[in-house]
């Protein structure tokens, strides 16, 4: 077939016509004479952004430092070389390029500019000081490990100034070179021809009386030092031409998008460029090269969507296949895998057994669901089953390893980069001091149930199904030829995840809150109420819209009712601004799915968030700014993040096509459904070789405004009164256009519904051209509707904090007569029973809560108060320091102890003896000892008031054994640090003075600490 069609190239030479005549900055002269255009996302004065260049080998950034001709985060001859750790540093830390005074001194600045050259890895950039100007062209070569940087100066013809190029970290001279090291066997060169090599900088002096030019070579190797090589001026735009070349070639694979909006369609170019030049060559992974450079899984879950949608298929494929060698060769799933390993033991035939893949360590919660599902959304994109084929035993193992609770509960990993553990760095101030988190803390043993665990794990059963059924397809092409058959893989595990689906809405519905908890309490069972933002827009981000009932939208209305919000951006909680990068991309994917009114004004704030260089950053304030690097944020924010710049380019480009890469399965897959919204600002957006589910489609709309035509009155007139319009007023249109280019529909043709601002009909798309000239061509729609303005409202206008929430209803356990206050889920399950009421004080708490659980009135709710040991244990914890520390708390715990309540602690033992010495524990009731290379002895006396069962238990920092009447009942290994509760024995004892003998081991260098603590069988304090 032609391609494109007479009509569809017309509107396309219209679009390129339109975007040509765009208003663009000044450019910035270059020092080499290069085609090359700058990108409207620009970088001036006192601002600061990142704009990556690389090619896999080496890389820098440019936008960061104080002046423009800065290189900042230099790093190779690998992507990870170097201390992958530092945040920002790169392997060899900064380069500096300046015009000093013959005093030495650089010259101030007047102003500072930097800007990429569009579709390149290439950032032209430019210092001026008081009529002399430093620029900058900088860019990777195509191959190789050497980043050039071709310079020149422009000026006044003042006499005695020197261009000086400095580093951050120590360097070694060489003649016209310099040397760094950095950590493990990289080195790196940079070599100026002409400079002298001087107190650990390069000098070189100009003539005053002419323009002057060069080039900067920055060469990285392992090893030893890089050889000496001086390119040329010629040298460096023969780089340059060979290195653009090869970015043609990279990026005509991907779509191509235009609109008279420059500053969109430079952003989406923008983004594509911070993730390919961050794509590490040796192993395929995306890292964030301004981040700590570690092949992390939520990386790559942030950035594989983009690529899909890019059209970067075999990038994508090579992350898949990245994770499962990595896994392999380190014989367990994590978080963070290695970039080097062996391949000879990933390879090996003991790692490629199904009893290798029973038996691998594995995150009981959401990273395995995630491996599976980046393996789907691969094949929903591609159809390609070589990687589900070759990753089988791996993607089988992560369906099947996660380990489920009663009613399909699940904990979170730990470690997700949202949760309230990872918030705890940021300052105090920041957050407030009531920010409505709930704690997440192994070290407190303190692990919630994980809504986003459960949902993803339920996605994860229905597309392993359908990739099953893709596989079983293949196998069984007959059975399948009338279509899906009885005993297709899919239809079991289909009913497994609406089993699935009723046990998370059975757990972690609220239904007077009318929205999913975040989490479950591990102690008390409850939900909790505060809502925490990612994980509630998480089901729309991941395509879960189908919850029962209304609980889709309820959920969505419910949450942004409550988060904090100024404008239409949104914060963490409801009284915490600052959030991860990539929630106004999960906020904009809900909107959209939803079909909210805001849409396209969080598509302005999600663009106003990439503010000034074009990409996105791990961490905003409320302001949607960067928090501040050298400040103390949440991981120090990484700029360019490209697991964050995944999420919201892709987010962008569904909200203004309706086209989905993070898809659910079962859906949408024989259809094309596309909502095309056009940006605030533009009035036209056209996108080439879109990719959509193993298919290809060109797409053009446009908005026009003018009076009905002649044949619009006619229709007009025709319709019913309440239908007509007002023939004299001006309407907008939306002129649209969707060829199909690719694809193979099952049915012959593909349904296509595609709601074009409000308006939907259903229509047919089918490849192959018409038999006769006469007949319809259903390779292309072509048509243009009346615009109809979205009208759905989830996201209301307000500032500030979310409303206050309503208290619960008092839960008191029915006959309880102990409220027990503890964050720990040991403890918890210590004195679990039907007379005590459990209260997680790692869930937000409000005094009107305690009181109303403390107080029935003026008597006690219950007749005693059960404080465990650290209740109000620091963040992360548990985030009601506000609480547990006010006079306010302190006034309800005396009001009830007048009523007649008693308030217990959990029954540390107090005393006891090393010989003649006394040792009486610390407030927390740890008893230490000091340390010693050999054992020693502690007496406990008791005094037991009855012949009675009692419970002890014991938590400690070394190998412990306790005995009674001679026998040894409990001992343990021991944990350090120590805590209280690992491990419990029961014993009787007779009435009246006894003693304990506990022998602790010995401990070189560190002190011993134990706990002691004598209860009940039912673990309550003997009273």
Not at 527 to 555: C, K
Not at 816 to 831: I, M, Y
Not at 927 to 955: F, S
Not at 983 to 1009: D, H, I, N, T, Y
């Amino acid at each position: 077939m032609t391609r494109p069609t007479a009509f569809l190239g017309l509107v396309f030479s219209l679009a390129g016509a339109l975007v040509a005549h765009a208003q663009e900055p000044a450019p910035i002269p270059l020092p080499i004479a290069v085609q090359a255009e700058l990108s409207s996302w620009r970088i001036d004065g006192e601002a600061r952004g990142a704009l990556p260049i690389g090619n896999g080998r080496v890389f820098a950034a440019l936008g960061l430092g104080s002046r423009a001709c800065e290189l900042s985060a230099l790093s190779g001859p690998r992507y990870d070389a170097g201390d992958t750790a530092a945040l920002g540093e790169g392997a060899f830390g900064a380069v500096t390029v300046e015009l000093v005074a013959p005093d030495g001194r650089a010259l101030p600045l007047e102003s500072r500019r930097v800007a990429r050259v569009r579709d390149l890895a290439a950032v032209a950039a430019e210092d001026q000081s008081a009529g002399v100007a430093l620029r900058m062209l900088a860019f990777t070569e195509a191959e190789g490990t050497r980043l050039l940087a071709a310079l020149a100066v422009d000026g006044d013809g003042r006499t005695g100034l020197r261009l000086r190029v400095r580093t951050a970290r120590a360097a070694r001279s060489e003649g016209d070179s310099l040397l760094l090291d950095a950590a493990g066997d990289a080195r790196l060169r940079l070599q100026l021809a002409g400079a002298v090599a001087r107190d650990g900088a390069l000098e070189l002096a100009l003539d005053g009386n002419r323009a002057w030019r060069g080039v900067l070579a920055l060469s990285s190797a392992a090893g030893d030092p890089p050889a000496a090589a001086s390119p040329s001026l010629d040298d460096a735009r023969t780089a340059f031409e060979a290195m653009a070349a090869q970015w043609q070639r990279t990026l005509a694979r991907t779509p191509s998008l235009e609109s008279d909006l420059v500053r969109f369609v430079d952003l989406v170019r923008e983004a594509r460029l911070a993730l390919l030049t961050q794509r590490c060559a040796h192993s395929g992974a995306i890292l964030p090269m301004l981040g700590r450079r570690v092949y992390s899984l939520r990386t790559q879950t942030g950035a594989l969507p983009a690529l899909l949608r890019l059209g970067l298929h075999a990038e994508a494929k090579a992350l898949l296949d990245l994770t499962w060698n990595a896994v392999r060769a380190s014989g367990r799933l994590t978080e963070e895998l290695p970039l080097r390993f062996d391949q000879a033991r990933a390879d090996a035939p003991a790692v490629n057994s199904a009893e290798f893949w029973r038996t691998v360590p594995m995150p009981p919660a959401e990273l395995p669901s995630l491996v599976l599902l980046q393996h789907f959304w691969y094949w929903r994109a591609t159809r390609d089953l070589g990687p589900i084929d070759e990753h089988w035993l791996m993607i089988d193992a992560c369906l099947k390893r996660p380990v489920r609770s009663e009613d399909s509960l699940m904990p979170f990993s730990g470690n997700e980069p949202w949760s309230p553990a990872q918030l705890h760095a940021h300052a105090s101030a920041v957050l407030g001091d009531d920010p409505r988190l709930f704690g997440e803390s192994s070290a407190m043993d303190h692990a919630s149930w994980s809504f986003a665990s459960g949902v993803l794990f339920m996605i994860s059963v229905q597309a392993y199904g359908e990739l099953a059924d893709a596989r079983d397809q293949r196998a069984r092409a007959a059975q399948w030829q009338a279509g899906k058959p009885s005993d297709a893989p899919s239809h079991a595990l289909l009913k497994r995840s609406i089993a699935l689906m009723q046990d998370i809405e059975k757990r972690f519905w609220i239904a007077d809150l009318a929205r999913f908890a975040p989490a479950v309490s591990p102690v008390d069972g409850k939900p909790v109420r505060e809502a925490l933002a990612n994980a509630n827009l998480l089901p729309l981000w991941i395509g879960w819209t189908f919850p029962t009932g209304e609980r889709s939208r309820d959920n969505l209305r419910s949450t942004l009712e409550t988060l904090w919000q100024d404008g239409v951006r949104v914060g963490t909680t409801r009284t915490v601004p600052i959030a991860s990068g990539d929630l106004i991309g999960m906020l904009l994917v809900a909107l959209s799915e939803r079909d909210d009114a805001r849409r396209l004004e969080v598509v302005d704030e999600l663009i106003a968030q990439a503010e000034p260089a074009g990409s996105w950053a791990d961490w905003v304030d409320g302001a949607g700014r960067p928090l501040d690097r050298d400040g103390d944020g949440p991981s120090r924010p990484v700029l360019a993040d490209p697991g964050t710049s995944g999420v919201n380019l892709d987010a962008l480009l569904f909200a203004l096509t309706g086209i989905r890469h993070v898809i659910v399965p079962n859906w949408d897959d024989d259809d094309i459904r596309l909502e095309l919204r056009l940006p605030h600002g533009a009035d036209f957006v056209s996108l080439r070789n879109a990719q959509k589910d193993g298919r290809t489609l060109d797409i053009f709309f446009r908005r026009s405004r003018s009076k009905m035509t002649e044949d619009e009155r006619k229709a007009n007139d025709e319709a019913s009164a309440d239908r007509r319009r007002d023939p004299e007023l001006e309407y907008e249109r939306l002129r649209f256009v969707v060829e199909l280019i690719a694809g193979t529909p099952r049915e012959g043709f593909y349904h296509a519904d595609i709601d074009a601002m409000g308006t939907m009909f259903v229509r047919f798309l089918k490849p192959g051209a018409p038999e006769k000239p006469e007949d319809h061509d259903f390779r292309r729609i072509e048509e243009m509707e009346f615009s109809k303005a979205d009208s759905l409202v989830f996201l209301g206008a307000r500032q500030g904090r979310g409303a206050a929430l309503p208290l619960p209803p008092p839960d008191s356990a029915t006959g309880a007569d102990t409220l027990a206050l503890s964050c720990r889920n040991t403890f918890a399950n210590a004195v679990r029973g039907p007379k005590v009421t459990l209260l997680d004080t790692g869930s937000p708490r409000t005094l009107e809560e305690m009181a109303a659980l403390l107080l029935d009135g003026e008597k006690p709710r219950h007749a005693h108060l059960l404080i465990d040991w650290r209740h109000s244990a620091p963040p992360p914890a548990q985030w009601n320091d506000r609480l547990w520390s006010s006079p306010a708390w302190s006034e309800l715990l005396e009001r009830y102890r007048r009523a007649g309540g008693i308030v217990d602690e959990p029954g540390f033992v107090r005393e006891a003896r090393i010989g003649e010495t006394v040792l009486r524990a610390r407030d927390d009731g740890a008893l230490v000892v000091p340390a010693g290379d050999t054992a020693i002895t502690l007496h406990v006396p008791l005094n037991l008031p009855a012949n009675r069962e009692t419970a002890l238990r014991v938590g400690s920092s070394v190998g412990f054994a306790v005995r009674a009447n001679e026998h040894v009942f409990c001992s343990g290994k021991g944990r350090a640090p120590a805590a209280p509760d690992r491990e419990a024995a029961l014993f009787r004892l007779a009435e009246g003075v006894q003693q304990l003998v506990v022998e602790l081991e010995a401990s070189p260098g560190v002190e011993r600490v134990i706990f002691l603590r004598l209860a009940r069988p039912d673990g309550l304090p003997l009273r």
